[in-house]
């Protein structure tokens, strides 16, 4: 890493990132600890653009933009990968600027034959998920609307989610690997948890159109996260850097490790590029 190297670009996953969660229940504290807000804050005084990166919903991102007191009367709207890379936006307000669709059907009916009792979730823009069942409270963000599978897949989608209460990880990264999955991606995280999208579409290929339009390349980028589907944006961006609680995957994908989520890792990181000149 060249000692003059600065990012310009610096991409932040959220959950088990930015946000602690509460281990066991499936939710997330939606507060930032004041160490990383600060460190977030002087990435964006020296210029550098903050892009939030996750698989969450845009709905439920927004929500993460004002804690973090990114935007403001003084600064650019930001600019928001959410979905997993499926939809790229712009806020405030919330204005869908990019977003890749397919057709789920075959990789959904494949994976309720083996798990008949698995719960299927789309995304209702700006009210929450149409899902078959209600999945675990605290999961999905929003409102849940039961809808039949059928109905749910319609049209096409830019993202489904696959949850079976019943199953492991592992036991999803299986299936996941044995069905091929006909013409679609897919990202496993922490429980037996899927998420389906569009063919080569991933939070790598929604950086790359973010960073084109700020006219900056993978090369000003700086990553951090701790999910698999952290693995392609880690392979994109210059530096990449996996929390000290990521599995062993996503560690050795990684060019560094620094601190847990719960030892404020991302404001460690952030701190090495942009110093708190009041300690320093």
């Known amino acids: 890493m060249a000692e003059d190297w600065q990012p310009r670009l610096v991409a932040l996953d959220i959950d088990g ?6 281990e066991g229940s499936g939710t997330t504290h939606e507060e930032v600890s004041p160490a990383v807000k600060d460190a977030v804050r002087r990435v964006l005084d020296a210029g550098a653009h903050v892009v ?3 698989g969450r919903s ?3 991102m927004a929500p993460i933009a004002d804690l973090l007191d990114l935007h403001g009367p003084d600064r ?16 405030p307000p919330l204005e869908v600027v990019h977003e890749e669709t397919f057709d789920a059907r075959p990789a959904v009916q494949a994976i309720l034959e083996r798990h008949p009792e698995a719960l299927v979730a789309v995304e209702e823009r700006g009210v929450g998920y149409r899902v078959n069942s209600h999945f675990p409270e605290g999961e999905l963000s929003g409102d849940m609307i039961v809808t039949d599978v059928d109905d749910l897949l319609s049209a096409e989608v830019s993202r489904v989610i696959i949850r079976d209460p019943n199953s492991t990880a592992d036991e999803f990264v299986a299936l996941a690997r044995e069905l ?8 496993v995280g922490w429980t037996a948890w899927l998420d389906l999208a569009p063919v080569g579409v991933s939070k790598a290929s929604g950086l790359e159109h973010v960073a084109q339009a700020l006219g900056l390349t993978a090369g000003d980028a700086l990553a951090v996260g701790d999910g698999r589907n952290d693995l392609e944006m880690f ?3 210059h530096r990449s850097v996996a929390m000290g609680q990521a599995i062993q995957l996503v560690i050795d994908a ?3 490790v620094t601190d847990s989520v ?10 090495r590029w942009f110093p708190d000149r009041r300690t320093a």
């Not at 650019?76 to 806020?91: H, K, M, P």
């Open 235 to 237: 392979a994109w961006a």
């Open 180 to 187: 091929g999955l006909h013409g679609t991606n897919y990202v």
């Open 17 to 22: 990132t930015i946000l602690k969660w509460v």
């Open 58 to 60: 845009p709905h439920g």
């Open 52 to 54: 939030l990166a996750s």
């Open 262 to 271: 719960y030892e404020d890792g991302l404001a460690t990181e952030l701190s």
């Open 254 to 256: 990684a060019d560094d």
């Open 76 to 91: 650019e709207r930001l600019w928001v990968v959410a979905s997993n890379g499926a939809v790229v936006f712009r806020y």
